[in-house]
């Protein structure tokens, strides 16, 4: 007698649902959850994997996607030729990596001596290059059918973007309140597209998706435990992009779509798709490993590079015993680590250069901006202007929470993807302006009625033809003017908005949202934290920051990561708003933080694509600091026309050394153009996390690749504070960093590809072309020009500047940190001050790190 899912037992059944559910979170374990681009979060693709060593994630990734996890051996050797990557750098990671190679007796070849180390440069330079990693891990359809296998793609593809669609269609898939799989179970059998077999059989199938994958499995012959778990994660790897956005999805409250019912129909499509008449019984892949060539070719291809034209057979013998203890998959990681060696060197040379004498004199102003590295060059150049301290902090500003703007129904969720906000806060009108908040509120519904009948217009089949006959005469001009003054068009559409909707003085009242032990706790926080807890200035400016782009889907990627992937001005506001409260410093001076009567707290934004910094709340400030404010405004418009001039420097159609108001034009300009695919590099280049106080980078200049994150170990003898920015801020900096890192180095696999061909789907994400995966990671305009890179692809280096055995203690209690450490996802150093020498962290302890000897 057969048995099938209909005559299994009810308990039974629930038991079976139980273990098939169990075995897809394991499958789903090599993948990351990826947001979608309205709130865009950078993140590991590879952080399911963690766990793993970083050498063991890259060799399963190149498995599971064909994915290359190091830049590939021509471009190391082109660095190599350029001096990015010296002798000396290769000749350390050797040593490093594979120390028993290195230690090998020298050979003699023709007369002349050579060492271990210069036959393994020789292969690093000049040895054959292996083929790229293919997937291994197939389904049954792209094992038999790649045809059917695009088919099956094609089928996922356009029922997920049905229905994961946000509301940005007219059309709504029907049913799509009960669920996806419910949806898809009822209206599949119609697709006239598939075969007539194949919608007969769709409408049998059974009401649990649970039940319809195992249904779909065993038709396919596909076994239990470890095989369908491998076999469930090739069908998870398949397309990836769309997997990991239901993984997150499914996490969201009120989901009705997870990976169960992602997987009850791929797989039953395929199931059905497939001519099922010769299925195999087993389903181990049968991809083989990759040719890379004989030992004796390598031991050849290095004598000759060594300038020997033949080799004796106990020459060869030695050459190949040498090379033997290098594997040619292991050479990427040994350019990997002297890539990242020569730029970590230089840095802590630098590090080591004498510094500016500390200021004891009050500071006319204080400013604490994120710990981005676009932040890095504005401080620079705003302490460079005046008697100015500044510090880094997450720019969410420890205010974690739903922020409701004005007359906006949704909230921005503004915090870290660490953290779940539960506060509420909302923006009101000035109570002194209630009439022009009125006039505020009623132009912003007129300008959303407006938009959103434009966009449904748009959306609708017949609409857009009467919508051209209507709006046509107007639209060419307005093209016209977004493309050749794009700066001036802004301009216009901002005085326009104005009038329609006059601006309104508004607060973000937090006494409304939190009480005063909330408050309270919020600013010891974030004062303690960043280390300001004593020598406040009559100005402290509490600057977040956004970008201002055009007709860019990624728009929220050059936003603020720590407030969700929105500006950081509300936080801030809501951060000053609570540290001028009277009552919040009542308590915190009985906490020892004494906050001067005359020191005011004034919330700001900076422009990262326009270099422009906006003193936010003005209203607010009191007229006893208002000449304080205008000097620093004064400063921070220098300072931003100075980074302007820096920074633009490096964007390809930039004017050549332009003067700092030129550059300052330019960068406004490329904001405002629609066109503009370059409109800043975001964090390219990012390499590096600096936990100290700003006296270890004063006058440094860090080219904005160092995330700066205050800390004074003297003022944190339980490392509380050293802890949470282990825990927090380093993690996400991770996640930017391997965004960045995997981004640039399998741009066809972990990033968007490019912009030029760029679909997107509602606020989701971008596909390349009409269809395909979801594209999970940046743009490759966010890390290159044409073929030259822009980011260079390294591991995070963590500095922190406190006592080792604090370090120890946080790494041993928080498994996340210790997995980052000990599999060489990051680099931890550590030192107490700048006289002392740094240690690296690794799985065995604490080791001396040397600084000397690198060549820039």
Not at 133 to 153: G, H, K, Q, Y
Not at 446 to 475: M, R
Not at 545 to 557: D, I, K, R, V, W
Not at 641 to 647: F, G, K, T, W
Request: proline share 8%; charged share 20%; hydrophobic share 40%.
């Amino acid at each position: 007698m057969t048995v099938t899912v209909d005559t299994v037992p009810v308990d039974q059944r629930a038991v079976e649902r139980a273990q098939l559910r169990a075995e897809i979170s394991v499958a789903a374990r090599v993948l990351t959850p990826v947001w979608p681009l309205s709130s865009f979060i950078a993140v590991n693709p590879l952080g399911g994997l963690e766990h793993r060593p970083f050498d063991d994630a890259l060799a399963i990734a190149g498995d599971l996607y064909g994915a290359c996890g190091t830049l590939g051996e021509t471009e190391f050797r082109a660095a190599h030729a350029t001096g990015r990557i010296t002798k000396a750098d290769l000749s350390e990671a050797l040593e490093r990596r594979f120390p028993d190679a290195v230690a090998a007796a020298p050979v003699e070849v023709d007369g002349r001596v050579h060492t271990a180390v210069e036959i393994l440069l020789a292969d690093l330079v000049h040895g054959s290059i292996p083929p790229a990693p293919a997937r291994r891990l197939l389904t049954l359809s792209e094992r038999r059918c790649a045809r059917t296998a695009a088919a099956i793609d094609a089928q996922t593809v356009k029922w997920c973007s049905a229905y994961l669609d946000p509301g940005q269609a007219s059309w709504t898939l029907p049913g799509r309140a009960r669920g996806f799989y419910p949806a898809w179970a009822d209206l599949a059998p119609r697709d006239p597209r598939l075969p007539a077999a194949a919608r007969r059989a769709l409408r049998d199938l059974p009401s649990d998706p649970a039940d319809a994958l195992s249904k779909a499995l065993a038709r396919l012959g596909v076994g239990h435990g470890g095989e369908r778990i491998a076999y469930l994660r090739a069908h998870l790897t398949r397309l990836p992009g769309w997997a990991s956005h239901i993984l997150w999805h499914s996490n969201t409250p009120g989901s009705t779509i997870d990976l169960v019912d992602y997987l009850a129909v791929r797989v039953s499509y395929e199931a059905h798709l497939l001519d099922t008449t010769e299925l195999p019984t087993r389903t181990a892949p049968p991809v083989p490993d990759r040719p890379s060539g004989t030992a004796t070719d390598r031991a050849h291809r290095a004598a000759q590079a060594l300038g020997t034209t033949g080799l004796d057979p106990d020459a060869e013998a030695s050459i190949v015993r040498i090379l033997d203890r290098l594997p040619v998959d292991s050479r990427p990681l040994v350019w990997l680590d002297a890539y990242e060696t020569h730029y970590r060197r230089g840095l802590l040379e630098e590090l080591d250069q004498p510094v500016p004498a500390p200021n004891l004199t009050r500071a006319d102003a204080q400013l604490v901006l994120c710990i981005d590295p676009r932040s890095e060059g504005l401080r620079r150049h705003l302490e460079a202007l005046g008697n100015y301290d500044t510090f880094g902090f997450a720019g969410f500003f420890a205010v974690a929470s739903r922020i409701h703007a004005l007359a906006n129904g949704v909230p921005a969720i503004a915090a870290p993807a660490l953290v779940t906000p539960h506060i509420d806060l909302y923006e009101q009108p000035d109570p002194t302006a209630l009439t022009e908040s009125q006039r505020h509120i009623a132009g912003l519904h007129t300008l959303a009625a407006t938009t959103d009948a434009v966009h449904t217009a748009k959306a609708d089949l017949a609409a857009p033809f009467a919508l051209a006959e209507i709006l046509g005469w107007a639209s060419g001009p307005v093209a016209a003017a977004k493309t050749i003054a794009p700066r001036r068009y802004r301009r216009w559409r901002t005085r326009t908005r104005s009038r329609i909707a006059p601006p309104a003085r508004t607060v973000i009242d937090t006494a409304g949202g939190l009480g005063l032990d909330q408050r309270v706790q919020i600013a010891e926080t974030a004062l303690t934290v960043m280390g300001l807890t004593t020598g406040f200035a009559r100005l402290v400016v509490f600057c977040g920051h956004g970008a201002n782009t055009e007709n860019n889907p990624f728009h929220s990627a050059l936003a603020c990561g720590a407030c969700g992937g929105n500006p950081g001005g509300p936080n801030a506001r809501a951060a000053v708003d609570i540290l001028n409260d009277t009552e919040v410093r009542g308590k915190l001076l009985s906490r020892g933080i004494d906050i001067p009567d005359d020191t005011w707290f004034v919330a700001a934004e900076h422009d990262t694509t326009g270099d422009r910094v906006t003193i936010l709340d003005r209203h607010r400030v009191p007229d006893t600091h208002r000449n304080d404010l205008d000097r620093l405004t004064t400063d921070l418009a220098e300072a931003g026309r100075r980074l302007a001039a820096e920074r633009t420097s490096l964007l390809p159609g930039a004017p050549d050394r332009p003067g700092p108001h030129a550059a300052a034009r330019h960068a406004r300009t490329r904001s405002a153009d629609w066109a503009q695919v370059y409109p800043e590099w975001g964090l390219a280049g990012n390499a590096a996390f600096i936990i100290g106080p700003r006296a270890v980078t004063a006058g440094i200049d860090l080219r904005r690749r160092c995330f700066l994150h205050s800390y004074n170990p003297d003022d944190d003898p339980t490392a509380t504070a050293l802890e949470t920015i282990l825990t927090a801020p380093v993690i996400v900096a991770q996640w930017i960093n391997c965004q960045y890192y995997f981004s640039t180095v399998a741009p066809d696999t972990f990033g968007a590809g490019t912009k030029t061909t760029h679909n997107v789907v509602g606020g989701i994400g971008v596909l390349t072309g009409p269809a395909g995966d979801l594209r999970t990671g940046l743009p490759w305009q966010s890390v290159a020009v044409g073929n030259r890179l822009v980011h260079e692809p390294m591991r995070l280096l963590v500095l922190a500047y406190a006592p080792r055995e604090r370090i120890d203690t946080i790494v041993a209690r928080n498994p996340k940190v210790r997995d980052l450490v000990d599999n060489h996802w990051i680099t931890l150093l550590a030192r107490t001050d700048r006289s002392s020498p740094w240690h690296h962290r690794t799985r065995s302890g604490w080791s001396p790190y040397p600084t000397n000897g690198a060549q820039r």
